[in-house]
């Protein structure tokens, strides 16, 4: 049932009764965001980390639906590949893949679903600026977190962890940063009319 809730500062609670179900369609319709994205992936040849849109999936989906939904919807996203379904980036799955280069980068969308969910409480998500400060706070938890795995992984150092981990996708990351904070605005609007 569709109802506006206009006291949540989510946008999908504002345009979804708030139920167990409903909550349960909210997390899994962003899991399944998160494995689909995955698969959006262009591989770089002189990094082991892909440029994929999970970034995008992930701070969009923790802005829209706040820290506790956006959170588990990681957790069960990162458990079933845990559990061997070939769900990350390139068709990966199973605790090697899940420990393996990316490590620090799947453990940080955990983290960062919390931050970027918290600020939507605190920050509107209904202006541009708002979604962008989120989505680039989220998007430094990623690439710290990150890095710093890949250098303690690949033991080459920190120096090869933000050339290889991170330079190579800050444009891309501004682009997406740019494409969620116009998209919640849009949204909220579409909702209040």
């Known amino acids: 049932m569709l109802t506006t809730l206009s006291a949540s500062p989510f946008v999908i609670d504002s345009i979804w009764q708030r139920t167990r179900t409903s909550a349960f369609v909210q997390i899994s319709a962003l899991t399944t965001l998160t ?44 458990s079933l590949a845990a559990l061997g379904f070939p769900i990350l980036a390139g068709g990966k799955g199973g605790f090697q893949a899940i420990f393996g280069a990316t490590a620090g980068y799947l453990i940080a969308f955990l983290v960062a679903s919390v931050v970027v969910g918290k600020l939507a409480t605190k920050i509107t998500t209904k202006r541009f600026q708002g979604v962008l400060f989120g989505y680039l706070i989220g998007t430094l938890i990623i690439y710290v977190l990150g890095a710093t795995w890949l250098a303690i992984y690949t033991e080459k150092g920190i120096s090869y962890a933000i050339t290889s981990g991170v330079l190579p996708f800050v444009i891309g990351d501004i682009i997406k940063a740019a494409l969620a904070a116009s998209l919640l605005p849009i949204s909220w609007r579409l909702v209040n009319k």
């Not at 995008?56 to 996203?77: D, E, H, M, R, V």
């Open 35 to 78: 494995i689909l994205s995955a698969q959006i992936i262009v591989p770089l040849p002189f990094t082991p980390i892909p440029f994929t849109m999970q970034t995008f999936a992930i701070l969009f989906g923790a802005a829209a639906l706040g820290p506790t939904k956006s959170f588990i919807a990681q957790f069960a996203y990162l």
